[in-house]
């Protein structure tokens, strides 16, 4: 069963930082490229960033400068580092991962995990 964990949500002040956390298992042969959504109620899920198996990003503009994404591929792991973080970064954060197995390549999310910002 294939599944993506995440990790790492939670309250935070503004101007604060979080590291969100998302492990792959299963019978994964390949992972290509991993990434972060954030979805707030009555709008539609958005870009965070995403990275590719050789380390090469992608940043949501109104996150760049900010947010840092990074992989682990020995771990199947992809993280988010938050940093100066905003009220209107509040909402649930997805994890998303396209990857490869025997019967071919599929997509999959995460559970999401939330994270509020708030004082």
């Known amino acids: 069963q294939v599944q993506l964990v995440e990790s790492g949500g939670g309250l935070v002040q503004p101007g604060g930082s979080l590291r969100l956390s998302c492990a792959a298992s299963g019978s994964i042969l390949h992972i290509h490229t991993m990434g972060w959504y954030r979805q707030t109620p009555g709008k539609q899920r958005e870009l965070v960033a995403t990275?590719?198996?050789?380390?090469?990003?992608n940043y949501g503009d109104s996150v760049k400068g900010r947010f840092t994404i990074s992989r682990d591929n020995t771990k199947s792991t992809v993280y988010l580092e938050m940093n100066s973080l905003k009220p209107e970064d509040t909402a649930v954060y997805y994890c998303?991962?396209?990857?490869?197995?025997?019967?071919?390549?599929?997509?999959?999310w995460g559970q999401g995990t939330q994270v509020t910002v708030s004082s």
């Open positions: 990275i590719d198996y050789s380390g090469n990003t």
């Open positions: 998303n991962a396209a990857m490869e197995f025997l019967s071919g390549r599929f997509n999959y």
